[in-house]
Each structure stands twice: as C-alpha cells, then as structure tokens.
C-alpha cells in the first residue's frame, strides 16, 4: 500500500498497556482532548498492577472513555486520519483489548492502523508541549517496567538502546521501596510527596553501577536492586532497635540516590555522543527532584533538558496520538491497512495483532531491543 503523508493530520491514540485506559485527539502537534481512565485504585489493593484486573478494567472503560476523548476534541469519528494504538511492550491480555478496539474502528472507518511502541511513545509526547524531536537527541525512559537510555535519531523508525537497567526499572524500585516504608502502591508519587520535608543527605545509599569497575563494564547501565536492598537492610536495622523510621529522610536519601545515577549517567551519554538535547519521559519522568534536578545539571552541562509536563509522562493516550501523528507526517506505513483483503480471511489474525507472545516485539520501524526482565 502507498502511502501520502498528512502534515497536520487528525489522529486517535489509544493506550491499554497496562492500568490506564488512555484515549486521546492529536491534530498535528496539538492535543485536542486528553482522557484517562484507571483501575489504580482497584489495583492498589493487591499491591500492584493484576493483569487480569487490567484487562477486565479496560474491556469496561474504553468505551465510555473513547467517546468522551472524541466530544471534548470536538472532531466526528469520521474526520480522523488514523488511529494509533499501543501494541507493545505491555501487558498482553490490557495490549489486545486497545488493539481490538483500533482494528475496529479502523474497518469501520476505512482507516489505517499504527501499532506503536510503548517506550517510543513516551517519548514522541514531547512534540506535543516543545516541539519536534530533535534528531538525534537522547531519551531517559524511566517507568514502571523500564529504564532505558535510547538514542532517537528519528523517533519514527530509529531508536537504539545505548543502556538499560540490568535489574529492577526505577519505578519498580520506588513501588518496592514505599512498600518497605508503609506509603500505598503506587509508590512513586507517595514518595515524592513523602520527602518533601527530608534529608536527602540523611543516608548515603549507594549509587548503582557507578564504582570504577562496573562503571567501566556497564558505562550507560542502570541497577536498582542494591540500592532497595540497602533501604530495606537500613529500615529493618532501625526497627530492630526501636529507633522508629524517620520516612520523610529515608524517602528523600532513597529518591536522591535514584536521581543522582539517572541524571549524571544520562548527561555523560550526551556528552560522550556529542548530543546536546536530553528528553526524559515514562512516569518516574513525574518526580519532581527528577525533574528540578535533572533542569539544573543540565544547564550546567550545557545540555538542554525537556520533560513533558508530569501528567504526560505517566501511561496515556496523548503519547499514542502523537507518536502516530509524526508517524502519518514522515509517510510511514501502517501496521494494517484497514479494509485490506488480508482482513477477510481469518488466519490474517495473527498478523493483525501485531505482538508476539511475551508482547516485547519492538514494533515495526521502531528498532528497540526486547526490554530487560
Ligand atoms: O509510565 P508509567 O505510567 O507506566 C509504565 O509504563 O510503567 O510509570 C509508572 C511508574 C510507577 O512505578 C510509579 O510509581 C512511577 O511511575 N511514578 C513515579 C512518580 N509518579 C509515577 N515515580 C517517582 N515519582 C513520581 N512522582
Ligand atoms: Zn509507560
């Protein structure tokens, strides 16, 4: 199939990788409407995300949420160009209820389907508050189930992983560790807010992967686990002798610990590569050290930082829409053509579902390895 490129084009994002139902309007750069739907709270109760509980979540919400998306955009289901939709890394059973949904719309529109990669995503939501993404730039993905250092040469189809956690991603590791200190799931947020009135330099826990030898083996590398080990050693020292957990400091030397390697790791890559743009994205992108720290080294290095706002760095359908609008810009293809006579023989399902079995399949034209486990 041939394909023109639209240069403001109208397109549907839809994301269901993991709680958040997210459905969004993209018209060019601008988002148009914004909606979110989350099972959070009924997850909140296990502890973390149930994958079953998500998918059921999504199933109820999409509906409600899609049409929602679309009144406040203010635009007619027939108007849009594409459709976007997360189709990996995630959670399988969450990833086929949004692809379901895409594939529909889009044989009942005669519209074409992008399947988007999550990580790539998190990424392109920037276009929406600064702009292009400069080519080449370097990313920090910083989530629940990643952390990734990626060099974008262009965010439509080249995106190579210069360094990736070797253990937990950091969001799992402030989940974890809030768990230790008694603060709900999940835990980023609650930690956060948790060290505004601490001492970062109150512990000195350690920095991952930052001492000479493993430094020079793991140079853009990322290890959380040491550092959850060592808070979890520390708070069970201080029960153990009745001392009580001073929270506020724990979270807060925690949090800074985690700061320190993300930002001097990722501006070292920017110097090393020569590139002088740094994006940071994925919900631990929401924390606000992160984010003030992260601005200042920056500057100092001579590195221009952009964090998208910290609403649209957590799970969305912003960050779909966008990522599938500079896709329908650059001409690229999409995933399936809808109405295409593939479409009426049943053993084409395979190919329309677009993830593989573990759901790590980097998405055509995005070119990232499968995530670490
Ligand atoms: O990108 P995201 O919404 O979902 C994934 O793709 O994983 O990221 C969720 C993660 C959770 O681990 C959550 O604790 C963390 O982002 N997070 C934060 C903050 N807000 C969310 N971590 C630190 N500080 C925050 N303010
Ligand atoms: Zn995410």
């Avoid at 403001?8 to 139902?21: A, F, K, M, R, W």
């Avoid at 550092?227 to 001392?243: C, D, F, H, M, Y």
């Avoid at 601005?295 to 779909?320: F, K, Q, S, W, Y």
Wanted: overall charge negative; glycine content about 10%.
């Amino acid at each position: 199939m041939y394909v023109t490129a639209v240069s403001e084009p109208l397109v549907l994002g839809i994301e269901t990788s993991c709680d958040e139902t997210g459905v969004a309007f993209v018209r060019g750069q601008q988002l148009l409407s914004d909606v979110i739907a989350t099972s959070v709270d009924e997850q909140a109760r296990f502890g973390g995300v149930v994958p079953e509980v998500a998918s059921r979540a999504h199933v109820e919400a999409l509906t409600a949420t899609l049409e929602q998306a679309r009144s406040r955009a203010g635009v007619a289901w027939h108007d849009i160009d594409a459709i976007a939709v997360t189709a990996g890394p995630g959670l399988v059973g969450a990833l086929l209820v949004g692809v379901a949904a895409a594939q529909g719309i889009g044989v009942a529109l005669d519209k074409p389907v992008y399947g988007v990669n999550h990580l790539a995503s998190h990424i392109a939501v920037d276009r929406l508050v600064h702009g292009e993404i400069p080519q080449p730039c370097m990313a920090l993905l910083v989530s629940g189930g990643h952390t990734s250092l990626l060099r974008v040469n262009d965010v439509t189809q080249d995106i190579t992983q210069v360094g990736r956690t070797l253990d937990d991603a950091a969001g799992e590791a402030f989940d974890k560790v809030a768990r230790m200190l008694g603060l709900a799931f999940p835990g980023g947020p609650h930690i956060d807010a948790a060290s505004q009135p601490g001492d970062p330099g109150y512990i000195d826990f350690p920095r991952g992967l930052t001492d000479a030898a493993s430094d020079r083996e793991h140079r853009h590398d990322f290890s959380f686990s040491g550092l959850k080990t060592a808070v979890s050693r520390w708070v069970a020292a201080a029960n153990r002798e009745g001392i009580g957990v001073p929270i506020a400091d724990v979270a807060a030397s925690f949090q800074q610990a985690v700061v320190d390697v993300l930002i001097m790791k990722s501006l070292r890559a920017c110097a090393e590569a020569n590139i002088d743009t740094l994006i940071i994205g994925g919900g631990v992108a929401a924390n606000s050290r992160l984010r003030e720290q992260a601005m200042r080294r920056g500057h100092e290095a001579g590195v221009t930082v952009r964090i998208p706002p910290a609403i649209l760095c957590t799970d969305n359908g912003a960050m779909v829409a966008s990522l599938g609008s500079a896709l329908v810009s650059a001409g690229r293809h999409p995933t399936i053509a809808a109405l295409s006579p593939d479409l009426l023989y049943p053993e084409s399902a395979a190919i329309l579902v677009g993830f593989d079995a573990d759901s790590s399949l980097p998405v055509e034209l995005v070119s990232l390895p499968p995530p670490a486990r």
